[in-house]
């Protein structure tokens, strides 16, 4: 029962690293903390169980790396990246090398916790889906093609600027369907917003 | 621009280093929360909730460092169409916590037709609880202590909000420079609020400036434009 809850910590940050494992403990998962995505490979056996917490931004390997590397030496547990900077192309970069999910620095308990009971339960499926992943399709029909445009772009992490230029209208229309965009699909930022696109895009 | 890039690089370098602490801060609260709900003790809800508010204030410190930083970052930020009145009606609560103590009046004169604009919420309260606190310490002193906010609809589109003190005005040399980084009159301060007033202002099509007025005070002026209710989604 434990191994299903066990959950690997991996930031060379030692403050964050030991509030991670603090906070996960008191909500009841067993914890192991890492320094590096390359002390977490050394350690490595070939049957893990639990699922992987890592920062993208870390010296030596980058959590980019250590997702390809997971995938090279054939690890199939989930990972959930954290970024301290919630730059666009980089949280889509993550989520095409097979991140399950990805959340900003700081971040509420619940949004993390919600992250890796999804992602452990997603080890239990073949197919999986985001508990929210209906919700989100939902909101996403609501959106006129245009919107939809713009949000595509968005998530490819273009600017406003850009979006206009491709799509043949004013930089000032897209920040009225970007605007329009973030209240209909109820998204508290923009990487939220392209955390939510991502989510329902991976499952299809 | 230089100015741009200057405090571009040092709200990175700040998001970055400061977004570390603030993570393990949150982290180590929320964690006691929930420790503290299975808590027994006499003053636990007492407690929980007092962590529990830390933590949400960790958090919008957070939000803080996100919404300077994706603006820096991409010179664009993330915009909401928003109630012009709501947000000087919240970033007036800010504003005035203590403004009774030193015994300042204040009116608002907002016009109904400057109602909708598209902005990055965070920032113009930002801007708006500067400019308010600014004139509140102008007036420390001056027996007439008269605060007035007011909006109106232009007809170029957009409008014009203005913060108007009764002060003791400013001296012709600092107004010159008034925008400029690292100018301040106050004895303790940086001299970056207003610098940081016009970048965000500029980013979001508008202009800053200020007036003497002839009665005595200033008035400092910026304008955002208006979103035309057709502009707007059905469904809001």
Same mark, same amino acid.
């Given at each position: 029962m434990t191994g299903n809850h066990l959950v690997h910590v991996v930031d060379d940050d030692v403050d964050v690293r030991k509030s991670l494992g603090?906070?996960?403990?008191t909500a009841d998962f067993a914890v192991r903390l890492y320094e590096s995505a390359t002390a977490f490979l050394a350690m490595a056996t070939s049957h893990l169980d639990g699922c992987i917490v890592t920062d993208v931004r870390m010296p030596g390997i980058d959590g980019?790396?250590?997702?390809?590397?997971?995938?090279t030496r054939g690890h199939t547990l989930p990972v959930i990246v954290m970024t301290g900077h919630a730059d666009v192309a980089l949280a889509v970069q993550a989520m095409k090398e097979g991140a399950a999910d990805f959340i900003e620095k700081p971040f509420d308990d619940e949004v993390l916790i919600e992250a890796i009971r999804s992602a452990l339960d997603s080890r239990n499926r073949t197919e999986a889906t985001h508990p929210q992943s209906a919700e989100i399709r939902g909101r996403l029909a609501a959106l006129s093609e245009r919107e939809r445009q713009v949000l595509d772009g968005l998530v490819s992490g273009l600017p406003n600027k850009t979006i206009a230029y491709d799509l043949g209208i004013s930089p000032r229309t897209v920040e009225i369907h970007r605007a329009n965009v973030m209240s209909k699909m109820a998204? *508290?930022?923009l990487s939220h917003l392209v955390r939510m696109a991502l989510v329902v895009e991976s499952k299809r | 621009m230089a100015r741009f890039t200057a405090l571009g690089e040092?709200? *990175?370098?700040?998001?970055?280093?400061?977004?570390?602490?603030?993570?393990a801060i949150t982290n180590y609260l929320k964690g006691s929360r929930r420790l503290l709900e299975k808590s027994t003790e006499e003053n636990a809800p007492m407690l929980r909730e007092a962590v529990e508010k830390a933590a949400e204030q960790a958090l919008r410190a957070g939000d803080v460092i996100r919404?300077?930083?994706?603006?820096?970052?991409?010179?664009? *930020?993330?915009?909401?169409v928003e109630r012009l009145p709501t947000l000087i009606e919240e970033a007036s609560s800010l504003a005035l916590v203590g403004a009774r103590e030193v015994d300042v009046r204040v009116?608002?004169?907002?016009d109904?037709?400057?109602?909708l604009v598209l902005t990055d919420r965070i920032q113009i309260q930002q801007v708006l609880l500067n400019l308010m606190r600014n004139a509140i310490e102008a007036m420390q002193g001056v027996p007439r202590r008269e605060l007035q906010v007011m909006t109106v609809a232009r007809d170029d589109g957009m409008a014009e909000v203005s913060v108007i003190d009764t002060g003791t005005g400013l001296a012709p040399e600092v107004s010159a420079q008034l925008f400029q980084p690292f100018v301040t009159t106050k004895k303790q301060g940086m001299g970056v609020g207003l610098s940081i007033c016009r970048t965000i202002v500029e980013s979001h099509g508008g202009h800053i400036w200020a007036e003497a007025i002839p009665t005595g005070g200033t008035a400092f002026r910026f304008t955002l434009r208006i979103v035309e209710k057709e502009e707007v989604a059905n469904d809001r």
């Open positions: 603090f906070l996960l403990a980019i790396e250590f997702l390809r590397q997971l995938r998204a *508290s930022s | 040092m709200a *990175s370098t700040l998001a970055h280093e400061i977004n570390q602490p603030l993570t919404h300077l930083r994706d603006f820096v970052a991409r010179g664009e *930020s993330e915009r909401q009116s608002y004169k907002l109904p037709a400057a109602e």
